[in-house]
């Protein structure tokens, strides 16, 4: 999946003006990340760059956290896109993480998916490319900035009610300073959980004419990205986020694009591939990005990526690279 649509960036302006506003010159970030000077002017950047751009960042700061921190309070509201303007003149909070995470979608690499339940929101950051995971301080970065979004359309310092990291993202305390409550690393997933009752404050913020402009071009622009996306990328998608539960099958991923299994099966044989093998490609890119992490034991391994008995998951590791789960971890830190 590294093709040119799944590949590019926008990086906006208002990145570069922020990082000058806390004192970092965008040249020693382009250095650091051993990129040509132009990519500051370059309004779309590929993955690869963008993540380097993100970790020179992260290295120049010291610390992830104080960088995180840093960038999320020092980057004006005006310098946002349009289509991620609106979210700051949402009628509420809630609206505005919608339009935020719809936003989202258009704009690779991360990906947002929010669920309600009890008093708690969560919203879980997902990479929609799972083969190329950002760094940690990307997903503080994004964490950051929503929760920047409901403090400063609703005038209050909101808090949350919890952030989990998968990987470490510098001095937690900083982090738990910044966001109020306890803050975990080396979770099974990146998540920020908010108090629910805080998503129904109004933001002072509300501009309904603006809302009026804006919301039908964001949703062309939907339309369009969503166009562009093949079914397979789409089933891919849909197979990551669903490899833990006991049975995936096309039914499954089926309902989850709205459409019969039958359907889904006619659309994949005309794309020249099939669900099974969609399935194997997907267990098998994510096996090696998982394993690469060596913090996750083979077993824990296994089971993320869909099997209940590590015998299984050998097998069609064999199948995949040729030696086992062991040896080919070993071979990646020599």
Same mark, same amino acid.
């Given at each position: ?9 926008? *990086? ?24 040509? $000077? ?20 992260? &290295? ?7 960088? !995180? /921190? ?66 940690? /301080? ?11 979004? @409901?403090?400063? @359309?609703? @005038?209050?310092? #909101? ?6 990291? !998968? ?7 900083? *982090? ?15 998540? #920020?959980? #908010?108090?629910?009752?805080? #998503? ?7 501009? &309904?004419? $603006? $809302? ?18 093949? !079914? ?23 309902? &989850? ?13 005309? &794309? ?28 824990? /391994? ?27 971890? /070993?071979?990646?830190?020599?």
């Amino acid at each position: 999946m590294n093709n040119l649509f799944t590949d590019r960036i926008k *990086l906006a302006p208002g990145f570069w003006t922020s990082l000058r506003g806390i004192g970092i010159d965008p040249i020693d970030v382009a250095r650091k990340a051993s990129l040509p $000077l132009t990519v500051i002017h370059d309004p779309v950047v590929s993955t690869s760059n963008y993540y380097a751009i993100w970790q020179a960042y992260s &290295e120049i700061v010291g610390d992830a956290a104080a960088g !995180i /921190v840093k960038l999320a309070t020092a980057y004006e509201t005006a310098q946002y896109p349009p289509a991620a303007l609106a979210t700051f003149h949402a009628r509420n909070y809630r609206d505005a993480l919608n339009r935020m995470a719809s936003y989202k979608q258009m704009c690779p690499p991360e990906n947002l998916r929010i669920r309600e339940e009890g008093e708690q929101c969560s919203i879980e950051l997902e990479w929609q490319y799972a083969e190329q995971p950002g760094p940690p /301080v990307l997903v503080g970065i994004t964490f950051a900035y929503l929760l920047e979004l @409901g403090r400063r @359309g609703t @005038g209050r310092r #909101l808090t949350a009610q919890s952030v989990e990291f !998968i990987h470490p993202t510098g001095d937690v305390q900083v *982090l738990e300073g910044y966001f109020g409550c306890c803050v975990r690393t080396g979770r099974d997933r990146n998540r #920020l959980t #908010l108090h629910r009752e805080d #998503l129904n404050r109004p933001f002072a913020s509300y501009n &309904e004419e $603006l $809302l009026d402009i804006l919301t039908p071009a964001l949703e062309r622009s939907l339309d369009e990205h969503q166009s562009k996306r093949t !079914i397979s990328d789409k089933v891919k998608w849909i197979l990551s986020r669903c490899l833990t539960r006991r049975r995936i099958d096309i039914q499954t991923v089926a309902n &989850e694009l709205g459409m019969s299994d039958r359907t889904l099966q006619r659309r994949l044989t005309e &794309e020249g591939i099939s669900f099974k093998k969609l399935l194997s490609k997907t267990r098998h890119e994510q096996a090696l990005l998982f394993l690469a992490d060596t913090s996750l034991e083979i077993k824990e /391994v296994a089971f993320l990526v869909g099997y209940e008995d590590q015998n299984s998951f050998y097998r069609a590791f064999r199948t995949w690279e040729g030696e086992t789960p062991a040896n080919w971890r /070993v071979a990646q830190e020599s």
